[in-house]
């Protein structure tokens, strides 16, 4: 929320009449915009069509629409207002009264799942604290969640939208500025615990197929005040407890952490993939976690756009994407839709290599620019994600059934397939006998890399 914003988004008008038309069971939301189709045909001018998004299509042996798993997220397109550190609210949806009242949560919740539907994503997520409002007790909260989620799962069953994830929002208010998991004082930390407590039986009675955990107090501002081994034994130890109750309760979603670097912390505890993948391991829970990638998260810890989900993968941990972009010019989280065919077709070979994504998902954690004002934008803006991912799908499909990668890859290895390089690999080997066969060979001949030949054939496919 800016510091120049008001607390309330949305007009501030109080005429209760205005909204009351969103009341009701059969409101309409979106008028003028009818259900999305495919047209493989239509024109650069024309944005509320797929143009390879085909959901039924099989590309590599699945439909697209298994591959994809595409999930739009509640708390930017239904609690995005637009307002930033230097200006207030510029997207103002009818049916949404700024107010922070029960009422106001069901019309978002109803939009929401006409938009889900017109669209024809199959995904949602949300954070317990979009959905409904906080109370002023623990228990006048989890009573909140129960209505709203009673809703949730009437509209869910009504409309076959199901629940890729949830999560509890333990970073907006004030009583965790210092972290949750890792706060300092042990009374706040237990609150946290009875908000995750609640929202997993939520998450579990809706369904969900994950519960993600991401820490954006989980870190520090200074290390003059931080016990940062306590702060992370600590932060394990939520971990531990989180998925003990996950099973205590029968809840078999799958448990996953997500990374960032920083921001809002100036330094997170999940900073990267590699990170989370050694911190799991350090304290034995890499068999109780997976892993929920976000691409902005990961050009912001300085690799690049592809590279937590290539290392998530590759040790058997890539359990979701929040498929986002940032802007490579700019420093910050700016949760933009991914429009890059590139970047795309590069994710969508790790989900092809790995055998999907099942039970996670492409997740759009993304936002309108606050610019783009009209209802009409959400559509666009998930549309063109949802037919780059389509494209990347089938640019992904063309390089793994041509195998050119795999091929030249797999050569640039082979002195590991035989000899020397297979008692390496296998571990029966010495130091001394390495000399010994290094002595005898000779000085080795250096290959060529050949990154530009290599960048050439991807552009083949893109
Ligand atoms: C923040 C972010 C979150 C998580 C869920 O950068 O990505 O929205 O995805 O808390
Ligand atoms: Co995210």
Redesign the pocket.
Same mark, same amino acid.
């Given at each position: 929320m800016s510091s120049f914003a008001p607390e309330s988004t949305g007009s501030g008008q109080s005429d209760a009449s205005r909204y009351a038309k969103y009341d009701q069971e059969d409101a309409v939301f979106f008028e003028g915009i009818d259900a999305i189709s495919f047209n493989a045909n239509a024109g650069p001018t024309e944005s509320l069509v797929y143009k390879h998004y085909n959901p039924k299509q099989e590309v590599y042996g699945r439909s697209m629409e298994d591959w994809l798993r595409y999930s739009v997220?509640f &708390?930017h397109t239904f609690r995005g207002t637009g307002a930033d550190p230097f200006g207030f609210p510029t997207l103002v949806r009818p049916w949404d009264d700024g107010s922070n009242s029960m009422a106001n949560a069901k019309r978002r919740l109803r939009a929401a799942f006409e938009f889900f539907t017109k669209l024809g994503v199959k995904y949602w997520t949300f954070?317990d604290r979009d959905i409904a409002p906080e109370g002023s007790t623990i228990e006048e909260t989890n009573r909140n969640l129960d209505e709203i989620a009673d809703l949730a799962l009437k509209l869910q069953e009504k409309t076959g939208v199901k629940l890729l994830w949830a999560?509890s929002?333990l970073f907006a208010h004030p009583r965790y500025m210092n972290g949750a998991g890792s706060n300092p004082d042990a009374r706040i930390f237990s609150y946290a615990a009875a908000q995750v407590k609640k929202c997993l039986e939520v998450a579990k009675r809706l369904g969900a197929e994950n519960f993600?955990f &991401?820490g954006?107090r989980e870190g520090y501002h200074t290390l003059l005040n931080t016990d940062i081994l306590r702060e992370q034994n600590h932060l394990a130890s939520f971990f531990r407890m989180a998925s003990e109750y996950k099973k205590k309760i029968g809840f078999t979603g799958t448990l996953l952490i997500?990374p960032?670097p920083k921001?809002p912390s100036k330094h997170q505890y999940d900073y990267d993939a590699m990170t989370v993948i050694a911190f799991l391991k350090t304290y034995g829970l890499d068999k109780e976690y997976k892993l929920?990638i976000?691409p902005n998260?990961t050009t912001l810890a300085g690799h690049g756009y592809e590279h937590d989900v290539v290392m998530a993968s590759a040790f058997g941990m890539l359990g979701s994407v929040?498929s986002n972009t940032g802007s490579p010019d700019l420093g910050w989280?700016t949760?933009q839709f991914p429009m890059d065919i590139k970047n795309c077709t590069q994710v969508m070979r790790v989900i092809l290599d790995q055998g999907g994504l099942a039970p996670g998902g492409l997740n759009f954690?993304c936002k309108v620019r606050r610019e783009s004002t009209n209802l009409r934008d959400m559509f666009i803006s998930h549309i063109g994600a949802m037919d780059s991912f389509a494209r990347a799908l089938k640019c992904a499909a063309k390089i793994k059934e041509e195998g050119v990668f795999t091929k030249y890859v797999k050569e640039r290895y082979s002195t590991f397939d035989s000899g020397i390089g297979q008692k390496i690999e296998q571990g029966t080997t010495s130091f001394e006998e390495l000399e010994k066969f290094a002595m005898e060979n000779g000085e080795p001949v250096a290959v060529s890399g050949e990154q530009e030949h290599c960048e050439n054939m991807l552009n083949y496919y893109v």
């Open positions: 997220c &708390w954070h999560t929002n993600v &991401w954006g997500e960032k921001e929920n976000e998260h929040d989280d949760d954690d």
